[in-house]
């Protein structure tokens, strides 16, 4: 099974879904973006669709690996995820969820062994 295929698997196993086109926006639930601090600082935003607020404390960050957990999380919660592309490929997430695809996978055999076995 290809990246892709396990990408779609694991997000349909869990209702969520990612966007990655600019013309999507609107349809996430979810975003995560890069901004610009006043002084020339590259952050990221990762906050609901439908909060027009931004709050420092909860919804910027300033390192991209922080935002994996929250990708992780959001899809678990069932969320459509616009993740602008270049951000999407800069934080290899194909590559994150296919893994957490795999892990998942794994959990279900040894689920299913230990079944069989008792």
Same mark, same amino acid.
């Given at each position: 099974?290809?990246? !892709?295929?396990?990408?779609?698997?694991? /997000?349909?196993?869990? @209702?969520?879904?990612? /966007?990655?086109?600019?013309?999507?926006?609107?349809?996430? =639930?979810? !975003? +995560?973006?890069?901004?610009?601090?006043?002084? @020339?600082?590259?952050?990221?935003?990762?906050? %609901? =669709?439908?909060?027009?607020?931004? %709050? +420092? =404390?909860?919804?910027?960050?300033? %390192?991209?690996? $922080? /935002?994996?957990?929250? *990708? *992780?999380?959001?899809?678990?919660?069932?969320?459509?995820?616009? *993740? $602008?592309? $270049? /951000?999407? &490929?800069?934080?290899? #997430?194909? $590559?994150? #969820?296919?893994?957490?695809?795999?892990?998942?996978?794994?959990?279900?055999? !040894?689920?299913?062994?230990?079944?069989? &076995?008792?």
């Amino acid at each position: 099974m290809n990246k !892709e295929d396990k990408l779609k698997a694991y /997000l349909d196993e869990y @209702g969520s879904e990612i /966007l990655t086109s600019y013309s999507d926006q609107d349809k996430a =639930s979810f !975003e +995560i973006y890069r901004e610009n601090t006043a002084d @020339g600082y590259e952050v990221f935003v990762a906050k %609901y =669709s439908g909060n027009n607020s931004v %709050y +420092i =404390s909860d919804d910027v960050h300033y %390192y991209e690996n $922080d /935002l994996e957990q929250v *990708i *992780i999380e959001t899809i678990h919660n069932g969320e459509s995820i616009y *993740i $602008d592309e $270049d /951000l999407f &490929d800069d934080l290899y #997430i194909e $590559d994150t #969820i296919a893994d957490m695809y795999d892990k998942w996978q794994q959990e279900l055999e !040894e689920n299913e062994r230990k079944r069989i &076995d008792d």
